[in-house]
């Protein structure tokens, strides 16, 4: 079963508009992070947010994370034709060498002009 | 700036045929290395990982298998191909520090189309 799972599955916006992934997660976690993959593109990371966190901003890009009820969402304003992508929430549950990081399946946004 | 490069960029091959996928990182010493699988519109299915040459964990058994002959380099291989092996393969490190919150750096990906 997943640990870490986004909704809505898709997503589709006009230009300009504001939108937001949300992830849900069933263990407790050290971190949770965002990450972003275009067509064809290895994923990137957005945002990094430690569970003694409830808020991260990268421009743009506004994170939540709510540990009591293993939640996260992901903001995006002004959205942008480049931030057509999927977005993965992704959750660390081990600060030991291997850094386990399992995602979710991701949530597909489309962004129009 | 560590860079992280993967090849090819694509194949094409056959049912049985064997597959090499490669994967080199600069700029960082002694990375932990790992190995991602995603089908197409799929989630990240991380294969393997490594923390030092010479030593390789399997986390999914897929017929796959995995070797890190250098410091900076990180092999993914098989003698014969199977249809379910289509799909992206990713290349990522990360840092080994104990209480690292585990950021992945990403290749491009390698996406292999079994016929």
């Known amino acids: ?113 | 700036a560590q860079t992280i490069h993967q090849w090819p960029v694509a194949e094409i091959k056959a049912v049985g045929s064997p597959l090499s996928l490669g994967c080199t990182i600069k700029g960082k010493s002694s990375p932990n290395l790992y190995w991602y699988w995603q089908a197409t519109g799929g989630t990240l299915q991380q294969l393997f990982y490594s923390i030092t040459v010479g030593q390789v964990e399997s986390v999914v058994q897929l017929n796959l298998s995995a070797s890190r002959p250098k410091d900076d380099q990180f092999i993914l291989s098989t003698e014969k191909l199977l249809l379910s092996h289509s799909g992206f393969y990713l290349c990522a490190w990360s840092l080994v520090d104990r209480g690292s919150t585990g950021q992945l750096y990403f290749g491009e990906g390698s996406k292999l189309t079994v016929l």
């Open chain 1, 1 to 113: 079963s997943q640990l870490a799972e986004e909704n809505p599955w898709a997503l589709s916006v006009h230009e300009g508009e504001s939108v937001t992934v949300n992830c849900s997660y069933k263990t407790s976690i050290t971190a949770l992070q965002w990450y972003r993959q275009k067509s064809g593109e290895g994923p990137a990371q957005l945002i990094l947010i430690r569970s003694n966190e409830r808020e991260k901003r990268n421009g743009r890009l506004r994170a939540t994370l709510d540990t009591s009820s293993q939640s996260s969402s992901l903001s995006i304003t002004a959205t942008r034709c480049e931030d057509t992508a999927v977005y993965f929430c992704a959750t660390v549950y081990s600060g030991g060498s291997n850094a386990k990081l399992t995602f979710g399946k991701g949530t597909k946004l489309s962004v129009k002009s």
